[in-house]
């Protein structure tokens, strides 16, 4: 039987604005009953434009933020059980956006034992963690280098080696690669697909780079707050025109095949990668071309 | 949009080279003899890996650095010599850096825009004017004047802080990725608006961008950065057509280029590759329609 990860039940949360007075003036609803689960070992990605809430969902699964209403469960433990909070962020780590506002030690090794030296774990199993660490995001020839002279994907990497070190069951990223250059996104997203595939861990991967999603196990759109779509890759990219509407783009492959198909050309939904899209335009092409019609 | 060569209209570099922390241990040549014709009126794509000297470009183009040896002319006056108005070069070649909207200060949206013609000391109905004008242009909301810059969603900070530099009534338009961080959505308004500032203002317009979907689709000329020397120069089609060059340097062309390649090797006729969704559309359909009959 599969276990759940993460789980969010109901979950509303709402952002209070006061005057001086302390006065509420505005009251913005970031979530809107949002219950969404994942399962260990899976790679959920969670697609919206900005403002649609998917940040304020990451922020509640490692406690950042405390639910209006609902609740939040990592590895069955409720996040708003002041006694397990440690035990949560020791669960679900997370990576933000921009790198540099997450490095602080002036040696790459150092930067990644920062952890769990925090946590009191002792030295030899530190630098076991360490190494074992760089070795997952392949950053073992820089462990003595300087964060400062690497590249923004380089970066990223030794943030995740960061919390990796902290053994985490699933690691949630919050645009990661959203400023970096496109080898930095690659390499980050190497990585990430390496770390689930390999060592076994969760990905909550929040995003929309719509390139990035074509390799998760399951997609979940925002907007407003709300889960609007919910699917396989697959699922989600067959319907151009409703994500469009969520101000959300698709790979430039799927919106051809999209747009032939509206001009009679029978290509199949939801075509992903260069590859679909070249065998399926010989498919018809073989059977409705040449002289057949 | 009258694009013209005359070369007293235009910005010339002509053997320029940069080296940073010459005589020091950290001295590094930025850029190497680069020599450039840029047109009035064209609308360039400046792209290159992170560190291929893009940045340290453009900051000569507007004189805030000065090149080590070689020289650079704007209208057919050289910008290092003594006596050449910097100041006035300043209004004239506007550079709208990344994320600028870190660079809004004012309390209200107005006031910052106006804050550059104000410096330069203009009369009042004329900084009113060209304030209102800048907005206009950047595609500013009229409901949106008198508002804290700071309120605005991120799409928005981004017009206003473009539109405090058109305020200076710019030639030449420099943007530093202008769509770093913005949903995708966010993302065509901007690169639509800058299309059509450039069509409708009479302005040269440099677009450096890591997204080669995104010059291809606007640029009619690129620009390509290697290791601070001039990799290649010319049509999107022209630098395309090489990607297994552009690979070679740590870039790549859009999906479309590379789709056109698959199904041209998989024995679909099409007279030449694409580097546009609407041109891959168009040789796709001819394709299909002739192969029908």
């Known amino acids: 039987m599969k276990k759940s990860m993460l789980r969010t039940k109901n979950l509303v949360f709402e952002y209070i604005r006061r005057d001086e007075e ?95 030296e925090n946590v009191g774990v002792p030295t030899e199993e530190i630098w076991r963690r360490v190494e074992e660490s760089l070795t997952a995001v392949g950053m073992t020839a820089y462990r003595t280098h300087s964060p400062n002279k690497l590249s923004g994907g380089q970066k990223q990497r030794v943030a995740i080696a960061g919390i990796m070190a902290m053994r985490p069951d699933c690691i949630i990223l919050d645009e990661p690669t959203a400023m970096l250059d496109p080898v930095g996104r690659k390499e980050v997203m190497k990585t990430v697909h390496e770390l689930n595939k390999i060592e076994g861990v969760t990905i909550l991967l929040i995003t929309h780079y719509m390139d990035e999603v074509i390799d998760a196990d399951r997609v979940i759109v925002m907007d407003e707050g709300k889960i609007v779509m919910q699917g396989t890759p697959r699922q989600i990219f067959s319907q151009v025109d409703k994500l469009k509407g969520y101000r959300l783009d698709v790979p430039q492959v799927t919106e051809l095949a999209y747009e032939l198909k509206k001009q009679g050309v029978p290509m199949p939904d939801g075509i992903l990668t260069v590859e679909e899209f070249t065998a399926a335009y010989t498919a018809v092409k073989a059977k409705y071309g040449q002289g057949s019609v | 949009m009258e694009t013209t060569r005359d070369l007293q209209e235009c910005m010339v570099l002509d053997h320029v080279n940069y080296v940073y922390g010459e005589g ?242 998989a024995g679909v006729a099409l007279p030449h590759n694409a580097t546009t969704l609407e041109e891959a559309k168009e040789l796709l359909l001819a394709d299909w329609k002739g192969g029908i009959r």
């Open chain 1, 22 to 116: 302390g006065n509420v003036e505005d009251i913005l609803r970031a979530l809107d009953d949002v219950s969404l689960e994942v399962q260990k070992g899976e790679f959920v990605a969670i697609l919206g434009h900005n403002g649609s809430g998917k940040s304020t969902v990451a922020k509640h699964i490692n406690a950042l933020l405390s639910p209006t209403e609902g609740a939040v469960f990592v590895n069955d433990m409720d996040t708003q059980d002041e006694e397990h909070l440690w035990d949560i962020r020791k669960s679900a780590g997370m990576v933000f956006q921009n790198p540099d506002n997450q490095i602080i030690a002036t040696v790459v090794e150092e930067d990644v034992a920062f952890g769990p």
């Open chain 2, 24 to 265: 020091t241990a950290y001295e590094k040549h930025a850029l190497r003899d680069i020599n450039l014709v840029i047109g009035k009126g064209e609308f360039i794509g400046l792209i290159g890996h992170t560190g291929s000297g893009k940045s340290t470009l453009v900051q000569h183009l507007n004189g805030l650095i000065a090149p080590t040896s070689g020289h650079i002319y704007y209208r057919g006056n050289d910008i290092c010599a003594a006596g050449f108005n910097k100041k006035e070069l300043r209004s004239k070649v506007g550079l709208v850096f990344q994320y600028p909207e870190h660079q809004l200060f004012e309390t209200t949206v107005v006031k910052d825009v106006a804050f550059g013609p104000k410096n330069m000391g203009l009369p009042q109905l004329e900084i009113d004017m060209g304030t209102f004008a800048a907005l206009k242009e950047a595609g500013v909301s009229e409901e949106l004047y008198d508002a804290s810059p700071f309120e605005l969603s991120g799409g928005q900070k981004r017009r206003v802080a473009i539109a405090g530099v058109l305020a200076m009534q710019p030639d030449i338009l420099i943007l530093d990725e202008p769509t770093a961080g913005l949903d995708p959505r966010g993302r065509d308004e901007i690169l639509d608006r800058i299309a059509q500032i450039h069509a409708e203002g009479n302005r040269t317009i440099i677009l450096v961008s890591h997204s080669m979907e995104d010059v291809a689709k606007y640029a009619s000329r690129l620009i390509v950065m290697k290791e601070g020397s001039v990799f290649c120069d010319g049509t999107p089609k022209e630098v395309f057509e090489a990607y297994k060059d552009l690979e070679k340097i740590g870039l790549a062309a859009p999906q479309v280029t590379y789709l056109s390649e698959a199904l041209r090797q």
